[in-house]
Structures are given as structure tokens and as C-alpha cells.
């Protein structure tokens, strides 16, 4: 069932307004108003992220596999951070790199210190944390 809807007024300078309508076009954002619901729901996210609550997102990895060891490690710290890990999928990305997604769920803070002991293995090329919610308040 859809929440009623309720309008509102807001007052922005013209140049912020126009900077905007650039941002939510390049966004692909059909409305005003559906961009601004994004950014609203991505603050709340970020602040459920903040305040400790019930959270999810992805962590994904990218890393040379031939590099020595490097696989291992990076199964054995998955194998240490299990209460967050929901799943994982390896990605083969060309012949030497491959990308490791995955999925967790918990803390925030909990999931970010798995992040950091994830960027102590030495050969990753690149890692990145996406912040999600696990749709709990959200409309």
C-alpha cells in the first residue's frame, strides 16, 4: 500500500536550483521530486550507517590473483568476519584480476573495521564500500 503523499515548498537560489536540475538529469531522475527523495533516503541511510543500526551493503575487492597468498588471505579474513558476511561471489575480470563482492549485513561500524582489516592484505588494487540499508523504516 502506497503512504499518502504530501507536498512541500522549498526556497533555493537559482544557481543551486539549476545545479541541481543538471544533477538529477544526469542522474537520470525522471522529476525533481524523485531526485530529492534519493537524497533523502541516502541521507537516512548514511545515518543509520552513523548511529549503529541493522545495515547492509557490498564490499568489493579488486586484486591480482597470481599475486602470492593474496586468495588465501583474502578467504581467511572472510572466514573471520563471518557475523557480517551474508555471501560472497568471485569475478573473473580478465586474466590476472578478479574481483571478490561481498555481500554483508550488521553495524556499521562493525562493517567498516572488516573493511580495514580487508585493506591490511598487501596486493589490493582497489577496494570500496557500498552503504546500503536493509529496508527496515524505509518507505
Known sequence: MNSPITRISISVEEEL???FDFYSAEQGYPTRSEAVKAMIRDALVLQQWRKGSDVAGAV???YDHHKS???QKILSVQHDWSDVILCSQHVHLDHDNCMEIIAVRG???R???FLANLRTIKGLKHSVLTMSTTGEGHG
Open 107 to 109: 553495524r556499521g561500524e
Open 60 to 62: 568489493s575487492v579488486v
Open 69 to 71: 597468498g593474496i586468495v
Open 111 to 113: 562493517i567498516r573495521d
Open 17 to 19: 536550483l539549476n545545479q
